[in-house]
Structures are given as C-alpha cells and as structure tokens.
C-alpha cells in the first residue's frame, strides 16, 4: 500500500511526473495531498535546509515511513494478534 501512495503523489507532485500539466491545472487534488502530508513536508523542509525548496528524495522517505505506519496501525486494528491461541 505504500509503494502505491508514494507513487500517486509522485504523479499528483513531482515536476517530473507525466500528470504534472493536468494537474497544474486541476488543484484540488494537489491541495488534499498537501494537507495529508503536512508532516512528511515539514521533514523535507528541514532536511533540505531551504524554505523555498524542500528536499523532494527526504519528502517520499518521510511519506513512505508515514504511510506504513499508518498501514501497519490500521491492519492491527483489522487483524489483531489473538493471544488465546
């Protein structure tokens, strides 16, 4: 699940994306993900030591570390470990 969301906000994001023209002008779904991932842009935002250009390679880890960990914390709360057995 994470592989699929760092890769949807390459396309909505990345200057280097195929969809960059589209979404230039639709930005509503740009918008959504920005306010999804304020935490993963702060992050870039400090490891890129610039306010005006957050590092793009520091924004995806941050994304990805909290997309797993949001995916892994909903699965336990779907699957959760039976301690019975």
């Known amino acids: ?15 280097d994306s195929p969809l960059r023209h589209y979404f ?10 920005s306010i999804v991932n304020v935490v ?21 880890i941050a994304a990805a570390a909290q997309w797993f960990a949001l995916s892994y914390l909903f699965g336990r709360l779907i699957f959760p470990d039976d301690a019975t057995r």
Do not use: D
């Open 40 to 60: 993963p842009l702060i992050v870039a935002f400090v490891a890129g030591g610039n306010v005006h250009q957050p590092s793009e390679i520091a924004f995806f």
């Open 24 to 33: 230039l002008y639709h930005t509503a779904a740009m918008g959504c993900v």
């Open 1 to 15: 699940m994470t592989v699929v969301i760092v890769t949807g906000f390459w396309l909505i994001q990345s200057e």
